[in-house]
C-alpha cells in the first residue's frame, strides 16, 4: 500500500501542496533496495519528495529469545540466526538485510510471518530465534513479561539515539 501510495503521490496527484501521503516509515529505502518486488516498482525518487516527519520517534531494536548464545553484534556476526518477517518491507527484513550488509551480521530473515505478534509467537514457540526490527514501544507494551522476566536480550538499537529505557544496548552506529 504504501508503495502505491508513494507512486501515486509523485506521479499522478496533483502538484498543489493539498495532498499528503502517511507511508510505511521503510518506503525510503524501496527505491535502492526494491523490497517489494524489485526497483522498477518505485517509481519515485526519495530525493525529490518532501518529507514532513513522522508521528511518532521509534527505536528499533533487534532481540534474541532466550536462551540464545546470541548477545552482542559480535554473536551476531558469527553465528547465523533465523528471524522472521510478515515481508520484504517490513522493518525486520529491511534492518536485517541493512546489518548484513554493512555490519556483517548473518540473519536467515524466515517471511510469511502475519504480523509481528505472530513473529513474536514463534520465537515463543522455538520456531525463530529472534526478530530483528521491531520497535521497543511495541515490545514494551505487548511483551512487558518478556522483558520483565529476561526471556529475551536486546542485543542492539537500531536508531540515531539511545532509548532511555535501554542505556547499555549499543546502538547499531557504535
Do not use: C
Not at 536485517?96 to 540473519?107: N, P, Q, V, W
Not at 517471511?111 to 520497535?135: C, N
Amino acid at each position: 500500500g504504501s508503495l502505491k501510495a508513494m507512486n501515486f503521490i509523485a506521479n499522478a496527484a496533483p502538484k498543489d501542496g493539498l495532498n499528503v501521503g502517511a507511508v510505511q516509515n521503510s518506503i525510503g529505502y524501496e527505491p535502492m533496495m526494491g523490497i517489494s518486488g524489485g526497483k522498477e516498482n518505485a517509481q519515485f525518487d526519495v530525493l525529490k519528495m518532501n518529507w514532513i516527519g513522522s508521528l511518532a520517534k521509534e527505536v528499533a531494536v533487534t532481540v534474541m529469545w532466550n536462551p540464545s548464545p546470541v548477545k552482542t553484534i559480535e554473536d551476531l556476526r558469527k553465528t547465523e540466526v533465523t528471524t522472521g518477517s510478515s515481508g520484504a518491507a517490513t522493518s525486520n527484513t529491511i534492518y536485517a538485510r541493512l546489518m548484513d550488509a554493512t555490519a556483517g551480521t548473518k540473519f536467515n530473515v524466515i517471511h510469511g510471518y502475519k504480523g509481528q505478534t505472530d513473529v513474536f509467537l514463534a520465537m515463543e514457540r522455538g520456531e525463530l530465534q529472534g526478530s530483528a526490527g521491531p520497535f521497543y514501544s511495541s515490545l514494551k507494551s505487548s511483551k512487558p513479561d518478556w522483558l520483565r522476566d529476561n526471556k529475551v536480550t536486546i542485543v542492539v538499537q537500531i536508531g540515531l539515539e539511545k532509548h532511555p529505557d535501554l542505556p547499555n544496548v549499543p546502538l547499531i552506529l557504535d
